[in-house]
C-alpha cells in the first residue's frame, strides 16, 4: 500500500467552492437547514462544509467532515446534506464525500457559530 505523499507546502487543504456559481447561495442554505442533533448550530456555520462544487452542468459535489469520527450520526449526516441539497431548484445531481482531512477543529467555525455556542 503507498502512502499518499505530503501536499506541496502553500497548496490548501480544503479545496475551494464554486462561490461564483448562480446556484452557490441557495445551496449553502440547504446546507444551513442541516443540523447536528447534539449541536444547536447548523453544520454550515460549524465548519463541517469544506468544498462546495457546482459543475456547469448543476451537478453538486460536496465534501463535508464532522466533529469527530465517532459522530453519533456519522452514517447519516452525508445523507441528510445530500436531501437538502437536492431539494434547491435547478440542482441535477448531488454527491457527499465525508473526509477526516484536514480534521475539524473549532477555529473552523463562523462567528455567528462561535457567538451562538458561547465562545465569543
Known amino acids: 500500500m ?3 505523499p505530503d501536499p506541496v507546502e502553500g497548496t490548501p487543504l480544503i479545496e475551494p467552492s464554486s462561490t461564483h456559481h448562480p446556484l452557490h447561495d441557495e445551496v449553502v442554505e440547504a446546507c444551513r437547514s442541516v443540523f447536528d442533533p447534539e449541536i444547536p ?5 460549524l465548519g463541517l462544509i469544506y468544498t462546495i462544487l457546482i459543475s456547469d452542468d448543476d451537478d453538486v459535489h460536496v465534501t463535508m467532515t464532522l466533529t469527530a469520527p465517532g459522530c453519533p450520526v456519522a452514517g447519516e449526516m452525508p445523507g441528510w446534506v445530500q436531501e437538502a441539497i437536492a431539494g434547491v431548484a435547478g440542482v441535477r445531481t448531488v454527491t457527499v464525500d465525508l473526509v477526516w482531512t ?5 477555529e473552523m467555525m463562523s462567528d455567528e457559530a462561535r457567538l451562538e455556542l458561547g465562545f465569543m
Not at 41 to 45: A, G, L, S
Open 2 to 4: 503507498t502512502q499518499a
Open 102 to 106: 484536514p480534521p475539524w477543529g473549532m
Open 41 to 45: 448550530v447548523n453544520i454550515y456555520d
